[in-house]
């Protein structure tokens, strides 16, 4: 198993690009989320689904669309990039059973908006 | 809506003295309640859960937490600290894939 993957692992970007951070997971997880993490704070949640064709908004949403067509993938997509989202960014892959919870870590996207 | 609040940013403590790290949590249900630890420019490294059981969770590197439902805490503890605990260390309560992150606490060990 590769866990969770992210790419790319560092970005720079301008001020009103646009893209796409990739998450993957091939542990068939139902939960995967997005955090953003600024300097010397923790994690916030920017965007989570519960599985294949289901989203929701987290803490921080505002300027971020996801989607998750397959269990596997949920992409982050950064519409018009502002200096205020250069951050680290996290996805997360986890799964719930009774009694039981697994969650991983990607090793995140450092992302600069100049 | 779920909280954890970490109320020291900066925790000192001296190789070889024990430690303590606290953390508060909020929320409807059972948590799920985790601690990480993050070193410079890396990623969140897992150091252990609280998900159902036993109050005392032992975790990586020597590290242990106790689960206190009537305090709503979940404090993570060392009996011994070495000079490369120091790191920053954050709980977070987990519910249906969402976790609630605490700001942190930068633990700094001294010889």
């Known amino acids: 198993n590769a866990g969770v993957t992210q790419t790319p692992k560092f970005q720079v970007l301008k001020t009103g690009q646009s893209m796409t951070l990739q998450c993957a997971q091939d542990?068939?997880?139902?939960?995967m989320s997005w955090y953003r993490q600024d300097p010397g704070m923790g994690l916030r949640l920017i965007h989570y689904?519960?599985?294949?064709?289901?989203?929701d908004q987290g803490e921080v949403p505002n300027g971020y669309n996801v989607s998750r067509s397959t269990t596997e993938d949920f992409p982050l997509r950064l519409l018009s990039a502002a200096p205020s989202q250069t951050s680290v960014y996290f996805c997360a892959s986890s799964y719930e059973l009774p009694g039981v919870y697994e969650q991983y870590f990607g090793p995140g996207t450092r992302l600069t908006v100049t | 809506a779920q909280s954890v609040a970490q109320p020291e940013d900066q925790v000192n403590v001296a190789e070889g003295n024990p430690l303590t790290v606290k953390c508060t949590y909020s929320v409807s249900g059972n948590p799920y309640l985790f601690w990480y630890v993050q070193y410079p420019n890396r990623g969140l490294q897992f150091l252990l859960k609280y998900i159902t059981g036993d109050n005392l969770v032992k975790g990586s590197y020597g590290f242990e937490a106790e689960f206190n439902k009537s305090q709503t805490s979940f404090h993570l503890k060392k009996p011994s600290a070495l000079v490369s605990d120091s790191a920053l260390y954050f709980c977070a309560v987990t519910s249906a894939g969402k976790s609630t992150f605490g700001d942190g606490t930068t633990l700094t060990v001294k010889p």
């Open positions: 542990m068939n997880h139902e939960y």
């Open positions: 689904s519960v599985g294949a064709g289901i989203t």
